[in-house]
Nanobody, 126 residues
Framework: VQLQASGGGWVQTGGSLRLSCVAS????????MGWFRQAPGKEREFVAA????????GYADSVKGRFTISRDNVKNTVYLQMNSLKPEDTAVYYC????????????????????WGQGTQVTVSS
């Protein structure tokens, strides 16, 4: 199983980035997908998640209205579009996969995720 995240980089405040996470070795459509992030010296935190079908989506309050999660079950890929970036968004971003039988459910809880990607660095300068 591999989750390959990409799209991170350096951007100025107010800029945008689009993260992608390609999954292999799993039946992608049977997994809810999530994005988490970890800033230096802080615990990893939930950012956004999407159900298997894409019909249910959730966001952390800190990113609502700025970030958009989506998925393409044909391409086995989950995306995180990040707009209006702030310095406090600087972190390593991780994608994760949660095997679930429930079509319209996602989780914001780390331990419910079965597989994790390697992370991609996002740096937002002021």
């Amino acid at each position: 199983v591999q989750l390959q995240a990409s799209g991170g980089g350096w951007v100025q405040t107010g800029g945008s980035l689009r993260l992608s996470c390609v999954a292999s070795g799993i039946t992608f459509s049977t997994y809810a997908m999530g994005w988490f992030r970890q800033a230096p010296g802080k615990e990893r935190e939930f950012v956004a998640a999407i159900s298997r079908s894409g019909g249910s989506i959730g966001y952390a309050d800190s990113v609502k209205g700025r970030f958009t999660i989506s998925r393409d079950n044909v391409k086995n890929t989950v995306y995180l579009q990040m707009n209006s970036l702030k310095p406090e968004d600087t972190a390593v971003y991780y994608c994760a996969a949660d095997l679930t039988t429930r079509t319209y459910v996602y989780s914001a809880v780390e331990y419910e995720y079965d597989f994790w990607g390697q992370g991609t660095q996002v740096t937002v300068s002021s």
